[in-house]
């Protein structure tokens, strides 16, 4: 049964910092692509960040140079670093896996993020 559970989150002031953070199990992490998605009130779920299995990474255009993925294949968890946190990055973050073809969602977590 694979799991993704989903910490870190929480209410801090703009220009703050959080790091969420994702474990897995129930899947050979160091081979699943991870990632962090987020979605706010009456919208859709957009991407963040992902990272391969190898170390390669991506960002949404309105996180780069504030946000930062990275994993840890002994821990099989995968973080999200967010610094310089503005309001609109208030939402649902979820932690996604594609592992074997199949993709995993976790429960998600609230960031709030207060003006």
């Known amino acids: 049964q694979v799991q993704l559970v989903e910490s870190g989150g929480g209410l801090v002031q703009a220009g703050g910092s959080l790091r969420l953070s994702c474990a897995a199990s129930?899947?050979?992490?160091?081979?699943?692509?991870m990632g962090w998605y987020r979605q706010a009130p009456g919208k859709q779920r957009d991407v963040v960040a992902r990272?391969?299995?190898?170390?390669?990474?991506n960002y949404a255009d309105s996180v780069k140079g504030r946000f930062t993925i990275s994993r840890d294949n002994a821990k099989n968890t995968v973080y999200l670093q967010m610094n310089s946190l503005k309001p609109e990055d208030t939402a649902v973050y979820y932690c996604?896996?594609?592992?074997?073809?199949?993709?995993?969602w976790g429960q998600g977590t609230q960031v709030t993020v207060s003006s």
């Open positions: 990272i391969t299995s190898s170390g390669s990474t």
């Open positions: 129930g899947i050979i992490f160091n081979i699943a692509a």
């Open positions: 996604n896996a594609v592992y074997m073809g199949v993709t995993y």
